[in-house]
């Protein structure tokens, strides 16, 4: 058997609509560790998982797991897959992991020859018991547990966990094969613009900002979502609006504008894909509707990464750290939006005559170099 102090492993678990993409998932993982400069020994599929021997396993996960593509993200301690070995390895981890007095639950999945996973969930919980009598911990139920001790089996090995995170599911990124183009200009928007990515595209990104502190804002969102387009150099077109009001009749005024910006960037970039930031469940038909046609007169494809989305979108917001924004995102389903026309033709030709095109190294002063370059 394998010794438990040998170093410890990386196993990424993809999303039930990624397993069979998990070649691009495995490249993106490498896309990943390259730009942040992490360095690993080796990264292998085993079976249904990806594997990574990493210098740094901590730092290693937390990048992996901004990634779509992921259920879970792990670090573990690997050891054959036989059942006394196993057992061996669940019960020899608990000093890492157990506190005084914590329950516990034992979880085994994945591929089992001669045993059943359940069979050695039963035998290393008893095992388990035995113990830890010193330090009271107890055994909890899959309801009920203040640590999970997590096994993964392979053909060949199994994988216990010392370390599970959730991860954000979706597809890898660039899973379509095709580039779109989505804007950023408040929180709704760069909700929708991450769910865009989620859901495989080839991402570019426009940012319409109202104001200097509105500009900081968006700065600080898109510095969240930079990492999950996989280079080390993303162009970014920032657009100035000259909308002072934030009110209902301002956001409406402002949805136009940016759905113009988009089809005019699109047509200079030859995009034929734009994401418009809306949903069913918070703007009314006949808004999308005409949304949609202002991008489809022009011979391009409209893209609703929010058409069916509910309260999961507060979960998304916390994913990039707009938790304190969740009450902006909730104020989107009071709006009362009011159908009828206004000319709004001069406000976009300002607009779109605002474009500054910024060519951004990805590194840790995103946000000074961004400010700086649309400042100067």
Not at 88 to 100: A, D, F, G, P
Not at 168 to 180: A, C, F, L, T, V
Not at 248 to 265: H, P
Not at 354 to 367: A, D, Q, S
């Amino acid at each position: 058997m394998k010794k438990v102090n040998e170093p410890a492993f990386v196993v990424v678990f993809p999303s039930i609509f990624a397993r069979k993409k998990i070649v691009l998932l495995l490249s993106n993982i490498k896309k990943i560790l390259k730009i942040q400069n992490l360095q690993f020994e080796n990264i292998f599929v085993d079976d249904d998982v990806i594997v990574i021997k990493a210098n740094d396993p901590v730092f290693v996960s937390h990048e992996i797991n901004r990634l779509f593509g992921i259920e879970y993200v792990s670090i573990a301690r690997r050891t054959e897959n036989k059942f006394n070995d196993v057992v061996s390895t669940i019960t020899k981890i608990r000093s890492n992991i157990l506190l005084v007095g914590e329950l516990f639950y034992i979880k085994v999945d994945g591929f089992a020859l001669g045993f059943l996973p359940k069979d050695i969930e039963i035998a290393a919980t008893g095992t388990l018991v035995e113990k830890v009598v010193d330090i009271d911990c107890k055994p909890g139920t899959e309801s009920k547990y203040d640590k999970m001790i997590h096994c993964h089996l392979t053909r060949n090995n199994a994988y216990v966990s010392i370390f599970l995170e959730k991860g954000h599911g979706g597809i890898p990124y660039d899973s379509q094969g095709e580039e779109i183009l989505c804007c950023i200009f408040d929180e709704f928007s760069a909700i929708s613009c991450l769910e865009t990515i989620k859901q495989g595209f080839q991402t570019r990104v426009a940012v319409c900002y109202s104001s200097e502190s509105n500009l900081m804002e968006l700065v600080k969102i898109i510095n969240r979502i930079l990492p999950r387009l996989l280079s080390s150099e993303v162009i970014l077109d920032f657009y100035h609006i000259p909308i002072k009001h934030d009110n209902t009749k301002s956001i409406q005024q402002k949805i136009f504008v940016v759905s113009r910006v988009l089809v005019d960037l699109a047509k200079k970039y030859k995009i034929h894909k734009v994401s418009l930031a809306l949903s069913p469940l918070v703007f009314p038909m006949w808004l999308i509707e005409e949304h949609s046609h202002i991008v489809t007169k022009e011979k391009l494809l409209p893209w609703i990464p929010l058409a069916g989305i509910d309260n999961s979108i507060f979960e998304t917001a916390r994913e990039i750290g707009l938790a304190k924004y969740l009450h902006k995102i909730e104020k989107y389903g009071q709006y009362k939006f009011t159908q009828g026309k206004e000319d709004l033709s001069k406000l976009v030709k300002k607009t779109i005559s605002t474009r500054k095109t910024l060519k951004l190294k990805i590194g840790p002063n995103n946000i000074h170099d961004i400010l700086n370059f649309i400042n100067h």
